[in-house]
């Protein structure tokens, strides 16, 4: 079983919202699920420790009876770029552990699995390495989630174009509106249907504070990721 890799065009795109509501679809479809957020930041202290709200719902939507450090094992509070976290807070990160944490969470009798990364493709982990490479590492599918607002046909084309160079295919996309009338919405996810080889999973029109994994599940087609 290949996970899947949630990524986005930016960050706050509705990437965990998106994540959810497949995992959901996937259950739906009768498949053991789980969900893993490798690294978060914008973390909050709940009973004693570091707790991130994206990653909470992965695991409501997943079903999933891994524990909180196994879903999320790097949090860190600072809602900044993961790596400047985590250099504050002393942590060192690598591809290779945080890749090979997948590796052993999902060593187990499951159908579907989703890895969200943290913002963009290209965040950094350290001076050399990228999320990107934990997708590469793990040999995840990618899944890019487009924020559609002013600027998102160079920011997607841009991510589909490096997810390519990787040598990774797309398994799909999804365009998740992110303002209340954006201009000529339709004819940008047109252009992006032209443009992305991928499947298109889903067009998420604007749900402003109704958004929620139910929500989006209602305009996503899970069926092109199914085994």
Known sequence: MRPF?????????????????????????????AALKPVAAGCSRENGRLV????????????????????NPVALEPAIAPHIAAAQAGIELSAAKLSAHCRAALARDIDFAIVE??????????????????????????????????????????????IAKAGVEMAGWVANCQEP?????????????ERLSAPCLG?????GKAASPEAAAVHLDIRPLLP
């Open 5 to 33: 890799f949630v990524t986005g065009t930016d960050t706050e795109v509705g990437k965990t919202v998106i994540a959810a509501a497949l995992l959901r679809l996937a259950r739906q479809h009768g498949l053991r699920c």
């Open 117 to 162: 990364g943290a913002g963009g493709w290209f965040v950094p982990l350290n001076p050399t390495e990228t999320l990107a490479d934990v997708c590469l590492d793990l040999g995840a599918r990618p899944i890019l989630v487009v924020g559609m607002k002013l600027g998102c046909l160079n920011h997607a084309l841009l991510t589909a174009d490096a």
């Open 203 to 207: 067009v998420v029109p604007h749900l």
């Open 181 to 193: 009338a954006m201009p000529v919405f339709g004819e940008n996810v047109a252009t992006l249907r």
């Open 52 to 71: 991130n709200d994206d990653a909470l719902q992965l695991i409501a939507a997943s079903g999933t009876d891994l524990d909180y450090p196994t879903v």
